[in-house]
Structure formats: structure tokens, C-alpha cells
């Protein structure tokens, strides 16, 4: 149920946006996160965005995930 | 249980059950009860014919990739192909709604016209019963089928042993995800295509190599990990499967996300299983990707002796766990 | 897809298994999640394949359907059987079951229930069924409650007449401190609820390591997140710092998301609620504020729309649930769900006893349907 989705927003219609994820699209709420613009990654939670995904935390993550693993090699 | 709920239609346990406990137990014999597509039964001239039926509640009839004609007509062709059968002629039974507009019902026979001549079976007879309004919902359909299976071929779910490699013919999912967003209240725009088409032509290429095949199985409602149990329960034997080797489209993937469905258990109308000796396993992954209907064929994993009568998947981080039958529905009227 | 398919790879996932092996002690350790997502995805990936035997993952009360009391149930089954009124849940509710019955079965008997994928959805059903009375019965944490409230404001601002909601939706970290409260199962480290936290931030986790010392990581789904997460808890412990850290940095900000807190405080304020298996919570569930009180199902000072009927029973026939069904127990993490008398033979997806084998993110539920491969389950196919 707290089934969250990345997807990216491709149209912004006042409080609703066009989003999609590998070609599906679909309509959602941005009501919850005023501060997303069009080529955002957004959370998607039961028809809304929660909250803007932080593309420069997420290569972050990747690369401490990397580095622990190259200190396993 | 009082009372038929959903989950007894969705070809998971619930159905299994309920097959087993009531019909299977009523009609109890042997062709009956090995639970194939079809059933193959010998003629006292000792040629082997196969049969098979199956009913056809889609919801919308017309879907992107296909509508309810195509799959009377792809359903009963595909399942008597999974008996290694070849399918010759077709019944084609309709319950049609009053009120249901004529230029479907034209649109529809054209369908099913068309895809018969394309598996190259006739449809040689049917039937037609118009019910008041709201008694069925536009329109039902049954199709019956004959086939004839050649000398050599022994295709059935309890043959699969140890060491089989398991080979999947294409992409997961895309029926079910086609018919979903055909329907009203649907709000994902998906431009994935049913996958509706006969394998009766693809069938026989592999069956040229007869002694290679072991099992075919196409997993429509579902899914593939219902299809898969299946076979091991049949054959009392365990399964290992790869989860990075099945295929499913990237669009396909997102709108499980979206759903919260889960792509092993989502319906497909023009993909089959085939278990087969490891030793013929490149050979026959040729033959199926050399036609258009299996380009995107890949071995899946293998049928082993340990965990019978379960499916071991090697999940995409490197875990391990059970891939289990469908329990209960994803949802209905998919097929 | 993008931000899902890196946090899988293989090859990382077996580094971070290796140093997770490196880092352990030796003794036994129970780290709970609190989110259904969690306790599937953990299922799902095999995850317990690749720790070492004496880290023990264990689920708490982390599923809304689960944990909702057959009280509710009940009652929402005692409004679907009144005249033109309609039900509208998320999919798991259909089969939870109350004391006699389940929606699912209503259904199959007449009872008009809808599944909605989103809130938003049962405002376009009241547009479309003007004469219908639309009963949203509103199950979730605070990933989902936001949108809920949401929902309920537009249909205020749309003057709708015909929307009421039941409103079963709870919080997590009064649960959080009830279990820690009540000492029946050892937790040394939670794997916080990635979503809720990217609603209420990583503060409302700061009593747990400060008034009992254990440790908090906030955790992404993907079975990489999962992993560094129960990395990031073996370091705290080695280096005995407690805190909350956050592991799922690119969807959760220390301070959460303030709008969403703002709409769902708008519309909703905390109240006393009873949890499955953890009895009453003080101030853990959600109830209508008394200006949307025209809106509330479930109150019966606030709605003269229902009669509300308990047990759903229309001659008050009261019938326990089985007193063999140790939801409960699994909900708290005292018992893993093989530890159940009934689980895998009476009760079973197809049939289940209780909600945690009903919902699609119950504890009970992940167990059966993705069993690791070292438990040995009775088959009942």
C-alpha cells in the first residue's frame, strides 16, 4: 500500500501533471509538491506526488553502494 | 464456501481447488484427469486426437492488439498446440446481449475469419443464443477445437524431468496490460499491444525435433508462475528460474509499478513455456527465434530433482525464494 | 526504470552482503520493519538469503489493512447493506474479514463495493452517481492520509453532498513507541518506513534512541536500499551511536514534506485509536476535524446518514473471531508467521483466517506466497 513510484513529469496543467515511466502515462496531482517543474522525477503515491526525487542524493547513494562493494572485491 | 467468488475464474489455486474437488471428482478419468490444455485421447485406429475448450468473457471486447474473436479463435488454436496437437477445426458457440450493435458482432466474425485462416483451421460449426439485456454482459463466446497429434510426440505437464532447460518464447504481460487499459476508469495511457496470436505454426517447427519436447504451456490467466507449478506439480519435479532472464518490456514493468501488479502473474495470449531436453536446448531456441512469434525467446532456467512440486526463483539481487501459484485474483475478465 | 533498476544490481547487492557479514556480532539481532512495502520487497528479493543467520528481519505492525480492527470492518459491512449506498476502498479491504463476513463476500450477495487505486477516484464516483451515498472507507499511514485529506478538501471546495469517509487511517510512531512500550519482542533496530518518512521527516523518530536507545535507519524499498540500511544499523551498534539516520536520501528530507503535513492537518487531527494486536494507541489514528464533519462516516454525533449497526449483524449476533488466529501476535512480531498453528493448512490465501494472510502486504501473506527457501511450509495443494 505504500506501493511509491518513481515517474517523471512531462506536462504541468495547474495543480495536475502528465507524468510517465518508460512510456506509460498517466495523470497526477502535484498539490503536494508546488515546487515541481516539467523533467522532475517525482514520487508517485495513490494518484500524487509526495515529493520530488533528489537526483543528486540518488547518484550519491549509488556511489557509497559502489564503494562498499569494491571494498568487498 | 457458499458462494463462487472471483478469485474461482482468476486460474490460480482457488480454480485448482475447486476443478480438483468438484470436477475432477464428477467426471474422474484418465484423459480428464491429467489436467492438460487438452485432452489427447487414442482412437481404436491408434491415431491420437486431441480436444480442448475454453470460454472467452474478455471486458472490452475490442482491445488494443486484438478482440473477442481473435482470442475464441488464438485460445482453443493455442491449447490444442500445447497438447503438441495439430488444431484442424474449430467450434465457435456466441451469447450476445440483446442490444448489442451488429457492426461489432460483423467486426468481431471478420476478426475471428481472418485469424482462423491465418492458424489455417476452419471454423465448420457454432452456435448463436441471444439473451435479455444485462444477462450477460455484450457478449460471451466458447470455442471447441480438434487437432491431431503426430507419432513421436509426447507433450504433456507431467513429462518434465530433471535437467530440462525451461524456455519461454517472449515478453510477459503484454495481453493483460493491453486489456486493462482498454477499460473505463483506467487512467494510465499505455501503448503496449495485446500479444494475441495462434502458435500452432511455431508449435509444429519445434516439433519437427519431437523427442527434444518435453511440455508446452501457454500462461494465460494466471500467469507464468501459475503455469510453471503447474508443470511441477504435474511432473513431480522442482524448478529453478533466473528472474533476469525472463523478459518483460521495460512499459510493462512501469505499469505493475503503477498497479501494483506483479508480471509473473499477469495473463498472456501468444507466448508459450516449453520444457525441453538440455541437450536440444540451443537447437530448439533457434528454431523459435528464427519465427516472429519467439524472437524474443530465452532460456529461462531448468526443471531439477530437489523442492519438488516447487518453483525456485533466483530473484534479480541475487536472493532466493519460492515463486508461488496465484492466489486468489489480479484481476478479472482478462481473458 | 529510473531510480528502481540501479537499486537491484547483483553485484553491488553481494558487496554489501559481504560487508554486512564483516561487520555483525556474533549475537542475535531483530531488526524490525513497520511497512508492509518493506516486509514484501524484503520477502520478494529472497533479502534473508543474503544476511547472516543471526540477523533476524522481522515485520511489525507496518500494514494498515492488517492492523484494522474487525470493529471497523464490521460497521463499514453494516453501511454497505443500507440503501443506495456505496462502498469505495483501496483493493486489499475486499477480503480482510470482520467477525461474520467480509466486503468481498457483501459483494458477492449485492452489496455495491468499488476499488479505488486513488482517493481522487471516489470524487468522480460521486459526480457519477449523484443518487448513491459514496462511503470512502479510508485505510493507510501518513504516505496515504495526506491524499486522503486532500480528497476530502476538494470534495469541500466542489460542495459535494454525496461523499462520506470511514476513516480507519492510522500513524506509525505512537505504534512504534507501543511496541517498544510493551517489551514483548526484542528490536534492536528499526528499518523506518521509507514513505511515511518522506511525509513526517526523520524528527518524529528522535524519541526512539532517545528514550530507548535503539537505533533508526530510514529505508528505500529497493533491495540495495534494504540492504544499506541493515548495514547502516550493524555500524551504528558497532560504533554505539544511536540515532535516526536516513538511508533513503532522494525521496526523504530531515524535515519531510510541509505541505502534505499542512493538508492532512487541515483536514484530519490525531485521536485515540484501536490497533489489531496492540489493543488502544493513544492519539495514533485520524478523525475528521469538525469542520468536514459532514463528511464523516463514521461518527455518530457527526453522520445522520448511517445507522451505524455493530457487527454488521442486523440481530446483533456477535461471532468471535477464531480464537486460534494469532494476527495479533505476528502484528507485534512476537511470533513469525510458521510459529501460527494455522498458517499454510486452515489458513491460506485462498482461505484466509486473518487479515495478515489477507492483505497483499501482510506479514502472513509475504511468508506463504514468497517462502524462503529454508522454511519448511505444509502444503496444502
Same mark, same amino acid.
Given at each position: 500500500?505504500?506501493?511509491?513510484?518513481?515517474?517523471?513529469?512531462?506536462?504541468?496543467?495547474?495543480?495536475?501533471?502528465?507524468?510517465?515511466?518508460?512510456?506509460?502515462?498517466?495523470?497526477?496531482?502535484?498539490?503536494?509538491?508546488?515546487?515541481?517543474?516539467?523533467?522532475?522525477?517525482?514520487?508517485?503515491?495513490?494518484?500524487?506526488?509526495?515529493?520530488?526525487?533528489?537526483?543528486?542524493?540518488?547518484?550519491?547513494?549509488?556511489?557509497?553502494?559502489?564503494?562498499?562493494?569494491?571494498?568487498?572485491? | 464456501?457458499?458462494?463462487?467468488?472471483?478469485?474461482?475464474?482468476?486460474?490460480?489455486?482457488?480454480?485448482?481447488?475447486?476443478?480438483?474437488?468438484?470436477?475432477?471428482?464428477?467426471?474422474?478419468?484418465?484423459?480428464?484427469?491429467?489436467?492438460?490444455?487438452?485432452?489427447?485421447?487414442?482412437?481404436?485406429?491408434?491415431?491420437?486426437?486431441?480436444?480442448?475448450?475454453?470460454?472467452?468473457?474478455?471486458?472490452?471486447?475490442?482491445?488494443?492488439?486484438?478482440?473477442?474473436?481473435?482470442?475464441?479463435?488464438?485460445?482453443?488454436?493455442?491449447?490444442?498446440?500445447?497438447?503438441?496437437?495439430?488444431?484442424?477445426?474449430?467450434?465457435?458457440?456466441?451469447?450476445?446481449?440483446?442490444?448489442?450493435?451488429?457492426?461489432?458482432?460483423?467486426?468481431?466474425?471478420?476478426?475471428?475469419?481472418?485469424?482462423?485462416?491465418?492458424?489455417?483451421?476452419?471454423?465448420?460449426?457454432?452456435?448463436?443464443?441471444?439473451?435479455?439485456?444485462?444477462?450477460?454482459?455484450?457478449?460471451?463466446?466458447?470455442?471447441?477445437?480438434?487437432?491431431?497429434?503426430?507419432?513421436?510426440?509426447?507433450?504433456?505437464?507431467?513429462?518434465?524431468?530433471?535437467?530440462?532447460?525451461?524456455?519461454?518464447?517472449?515478453?510477459?504481460?503484454?495481453?493483460?496490460?493491453?486489456? #486493462?487499459?482498454?477499460?473505463?476508469? /483506467?487512467?494510465?495511457? $499505455? *501503448?503496449? +499491444?495485446?500479444?494475441?496470436?495462434? @502458435?500452432?505454426? =511455431?508449435?509444429?517447427?519445434?516439433?519437427?525435433?519431437?523427442?527434444?519436447?518435453?511440455?508446452?504451456?501457454?500462461?494465460?490467466?494466471?500467469?507464468?508462475?501459475?503455469?510453471?507449478?503447474?508443470?511441477?506439480?504435474?511432473?513431480?519435479?522442482?524448478?529453478?528460474?533466473?528472474?533476469?532472464?525472463?523478459?518483460?518490456?521495460?512499459?510493462?514493468?512501469?505499469?505493475?509499478?503503477?498497479?501494483?501488479?506483479?508480471?509473473?502473474? #499477469?495473463?498472456?495470449?501468444?507466448? /508459450?513455456?516449453?520444457? $525441453? *531436453?538440455? +541437450?536440444?536446448?540451443?537447437?530448439? @531456441?533457434?528454431? =523459435?527465434?528464427?519465427?516472429?512469434?519467439?524472437?524474443?525467446?530465452?532460456?529461462?532456467?531448468?526443471?531439477?530433482?530437489?523442492?519438488?512440486?516447487?518453483?525456485?526463483?533466483?530473484?534479480?539481487?541475487?536472493?532466493?525464494?519460492?515463486?508461488?501459484?496465484?492466489?486468489?485474483?489480479?484481476?478479472?475478465?482478462?481473458? | 526504470?529510473?531510480?528502481?533498476?540501479?537499486?537491484?544490481?547483483?553485484?553491488?547487492?553481494?558487496?554489501?552482503?559481504?560487508?554486512?557479514?564483516?561487520?555483525?556480532?556474533?549475537?542475535?539481532?531483530?531488526?524490525?520493519?513497520?511497512?508492509?512495502?518493506?516486509?514484501?520487497?524484503?520477502?520478494?528479493?529472497?533479502?534473508?538469503?543474503?544476511?547472516?543467520?543471526?540477523?533476524?528481519?522481522?515485520?511489525?505492525?507496518?500494514?494498515?489493512?492488517?492492523?484494522?480492527?474487525?470493529?471497523?470492518?464490521?460497521?463499514?459491512?453494516?453501511?454497505?447493506?443500507?440503501?443506495?449506498?456505496?462502498?469505495?476502498?483501496?483493493?486489499?479491504?475486499?477480503?480482510?474479514?470482520?467477525?461474520?463476513?467480509?466486503?468481498?463476500?457483501?459483494?458477492?450477495?449485492?452489496?455495491?463495493?468499488?476499488?479505488?487505486?486513488?482517493?481522487?477516484?471516489?470524487?468522480?464516483?460521486?459526480?457519477?452517481?449523484?443518487?448513491?451515498?459514496?462511503?470512502?472507507?479510508?485505510?493507510?499511514?501518513?504516505?496515504?492520509?495526506?491524499?486522503?485529506?486532500?480528497?476530502?478538501?476538494?470534495?469541500?471546495?466542489?460542495?459535494?453532498?454525496?461523499?462520506?469517509?470511514?476513516?480507519?487511517?492510522?500513524?506509525?510512531?505512537?505504534?512504534?513507541?507501543?511496541?517498544?512500550?510493551?517489551?514483548?519482542?526484542?528490536?534492536?533496530?528499526?528499518?523506518?518506513?521509507?514513505?511515511?518518512?518522506?511525509?513526517?521527516?526523520?524528527?518524529?523518530?528522535?524519541?526512539?534512541?532517545?528514550?530507548?536507545?535503539?537505533?533508526?535507519?530510514?529505508?528505500?524499498?529497493?533491495?540495495?536500499?534494504?540492504?544499506?540500511?541493515?548495514?547502516?544499523?550493524?555500524?551504528?551498534?558497532?560504533?554505539?551511536?544511536?540515532?535516526?539516520?536516513?538511508?533513503?536520501?532522494?525521496?526523504?528530507?530531515?524535515?519531510?514534506?510541509?505541505?502534505?503535513?499542512?493538508?492532512?492537518?487541515?483536514?484530519?487531527?490525531?485521536?485515540?485509536?484501536?490497533?489489531?494486536?496492540?489493543?488502544?494507541?493513544?492519539?495514533?489514528?485520524?478523525?475528521?476535524?469538525?469542520?468536514?464533519?459532514?463528511?464523516?462516516?463514521?461518527?455518530?454525533?457527526?453522520?445522520?446518514?448511517?445507522?451505524?449497526?455493530?457487527?454488521?449483524?442486523?440481530?446483533?449476533?456477535?461471532?468471535?473471531?477464531?480464537?486460534?488466529?494469532?494476527?495479533?501476535?505476528?502484528?507485534?512480531?512476537?511470533?513469525?508467521?510458521?510459529?501460527?498453528?494455522?498458517?499454510?493448512?486452515?489458513?491460506?490465501?485462498?482461505?484466509?483466517?486473518?487479515?495478515?494472510?489477507?492483505?497483499?502486504?501482510?506479514?502472513?501473506?509475504?511468508?506463504?506466497?514468497?517462502?524462503?527457501?529454508?522454511?519448511?511450509?505444509?502444503?496444502?495443494?
Amino acid at each position: 500500500m505504500c506501493l511509491g513510484i518513481p515517474v517523471r513529469i512531462k506536462k504541468i496543467m495547474g495543480e495536475k501533471a502528465l507524468a510517465e515511466s518508460d512510456g506509460i502515462q498517466k495523470e497526477i496531482n502535484l498539490v503536494f509538491v508546488p515546487e515541481a517543474r516539467e523533467g522532475d522525477y517525482v514520487l508517485l503515491h495513490a494518484g500524487f506526488a509526495i515529493q520530488v526525487i533528489n537526483e543528486e542524493e540518488a547518484m550519491k547513494t549509488l556511489k557509497i553502494l559502489r564503494e562498499i562493494a569494491e571494498a568487498e572485491k | 464456501m457458499e458462494r463462487i467468488l472471483l478469485g474461482h475464474g482468476a486460474g490460480g489455486k482457488m480454480m485448482h481447488n475447486l476443478i480438483k474437488e468438484m470436477f475432477v471428482k464428477a467426471f474422474n478419468n484418465p484423459a480428464l484427469n491429467r489436467l492438460d490444455d487438452g485432452a489427447v485421447i487414442r482412437m481404436s485406429s491408434g491415431e491420437r486426437i486431441a480436444c480442448s475448450t475454453d470460454s472467452y468473457v474478455v471486458d472490452p471486447v475490442f482491445f488494443r492488439g486484438g478482440d473477442i474473436g481473435r482470442l475464441s479463435v488464438c485460445g482453443t488454436v493455442n491449447d490444442l498446440s500445447m497438447c503438441g496437437a495439430r488444431p484442424l477445426f474449430i467450434t465457435l458457440a456466441l451469447i450476445i446481449e440483446e442490444g448489442f450493435p451488429v457492426s461489432d458482432l460483423e467486426r468481431i466474425s471478420l476478426s475471428a475469419a481472418k485469424t482462423a485462416a491465418e492458424a489455417g483451421v476452419k471454423v465448420v460449426t457454432g452456435d448463436l443464443k441471444v439473451v435479455p439485456k444485462g444477462k450477460v454482459d455484450k457478449i460471451f463466446t466458447n470455442t471447441s477445437g480438434i487437432g491431431t497429434v503426430k507419432k513421436g510426440v509426447d507433450v504433456s505437464g507431467s513429462n518434465a524431468g530433471p535437467g530440462d532447460s525451461v524456455i519461454l518464447s517472449g515478453f510477459m504481460g503484454d495481453h493483460e496490460i493491453a486489456v #486493462l487499459s482498454g477499460r473505463a476508469g /483506467f487512467d494510465l495511457s $499505455v *501503448k503496449i +499491444k495485446s500479444d494475441c496470436q495462434p @502458435l500452432n505454426k =511455431i508449435v509444429q517447427k519445434i516439433l519437427c525435433l519431437p523427442e527434444a519436447v518435453r511440455c508446452l504451456r501457454d500462461p494465460t490467466r494466471g500467469g507464468l508462475a501459475t503455469t510453471l507449478n503447474e508443470i511441477c506439480v504435474s511432473s513431480n519435479a522442482g524448478m529453478e528460474i533466473d528472474e533476469a532472464l525472463v523478459p518483460v518490456r521495460s512499459a510493462v514493468r512501469s505499469a505493475c509499478g503503477m498497479l501494483g501488479f506483479d508480471p509473473f502473474y #499477469l495473463a498472456n495470449e501468444g507466448k /508459450f513455456a516449453a520444457i $525441453v *531436453k538440455e +541437450k536440444y536446448a540451443g537447437r530448439i @531456441l533457434r528454431i =523459435i527465434r528464427a519465427e516472429k512469434e519467439g524472437r524474443d525467446a530465452a532460456v529461462i532456467g531448468r526443471v531439477v530433482n530437489t523442492h519438488r512440486g516447487e518453483v525456485i526463483l533466483r530473484t534479480r539481487s541475487g536472493g532466493r525464494r519460492i515463486l508461488g501459484m496465484l492466489a486468489g485474483e489480479q484481476l478479472p475478465r482478462i481473458c | 526504470m529510473k531510480y528502481i533498476s540501479e537499486f537491484y544490481d547483483k553485484r553491488i547487492a553481494a558487496g554489501l552482503s559481504g560487508a554486512i557479514k564483516k561487520i555483525a556480532p556474533a549475537r542475535e539481532l531483530n531488526f524490525m520493519d513497520v511497512c508492509g512495502t518493506h516486509t514484501m520487497s524484503i520477502a520478494r528479493e529472497g533479502i534473508k538469503d543474503l544476511l547472516p543467520a543471526n540477523i533476524n528481519l522481522i515485520s511489525g505492525p507496518g500494514c494498515p489493512v492488517c492492523v484494522t480492527p474487525d470493529e471497523d470492518i464490521d460497521r463499514v459491512i453494516g453501511i454497505s447493506g443500507q440503501k443506495n449506498t456505496t462502498i469505495v476502498t483501496f483493493g486489499d479491504m475486499l477480503k480482510v474479514p470482520g467477525t461474520r463476513s467480509s466486503l468481498e463476500k457483501e459483494r458477492g450477495k449485492g452489496a455495491d463495493v468499488r476499488i479505488v487505486i486513488s482517493p481522487l477516484d471516489a470524487l468522480e464516483i460521486c459526480a457519477k452517481n449523484s443518487n448513491r451515498k459514496i462511503v470512502f472507507f479510508a485505510v493507510g499511514f501518513e504516505t496515504t492520509s495526506p491524499g486522503i485529506a486532500a480528497a476530502v478538501a476538494e470534495a469541500a471546495r466542489r460542495k459535494i453532498k454525496n461523499l462520506f469517509v470511514y476513516s480507519s487511517c492510522k500513524l506509525i510512531p505512537p505504534a512504534m513507541e507501543a511496541l517498544l512500550k510493551n517489551r514483548k519482542v526484542k528490536i534492536d533496530g528499526f528499518i523506518c518506513p521509507g514513505h511515511v518518512s518522506t511525509i513526517i521527516g526523520s524528527s518524529a523518530y528522535e524519541f526512539i534512541p532517545r528514550e530507548f536507545g535503539i537505533p533508526c535507519v530510514i529505508a528505500g524499498f529497493e533491495p540495495l536500499d534494504i540492504l544499506q540500511s541493515v548495514y547502516m544499523l550493524l555500524k551504528q551498534i558497532r560504533e554505539k551511536r544511536k540515532k535516526v539516520e536516513i538511508q533513503y536520501k532522494r525521496c526523504v528530507a530531515e524535515e519531510g514534506n510541509p505541505v502534505a503535513r499542512k493538508i492532512l492537518s487541515k483536514v484530519f487531527r490525531p485521536s485515540d485509536a484501536v490497533w489489531r494486536g496492540l489493543g488502544k494507541i493513544p492519539r495514533s489514528g485520524l478523525v475528521l476535524r469538525k469542520e468536514y464533519k459532514k463528511f464523516d462516516a463514521g461518527s455518530r454525533a457527526g453522520s445522520r446518514a448511517f445507522r451505524l449497526v455493530s457487527n454488521g449483524a442486523p440481530n446483533n449476533e456477535a461471532k468471535a473471531s477464531n480464537p486460534k488466529c494469532r494476527c495479533g501476535d505476528v502484528l507485534c512480531g512476537i511470533i513469525t508467521p510458521d510459529k501460527c498453528g494455522m498458517f499454510g493448512g486452515k489458513c491460506t490465501p485462498e482461505s484466509p483466517v486473518g487479515p495478515c494472510m489477507v492483505s497483499s502486504e501482510g506479514t502472513c501473506a509475504a511468508a506463504f506466497k514468497y517462502r524462503h527457501t529454508s522454511n519448511v511450509i505444509r502444503r496444502t495443494f
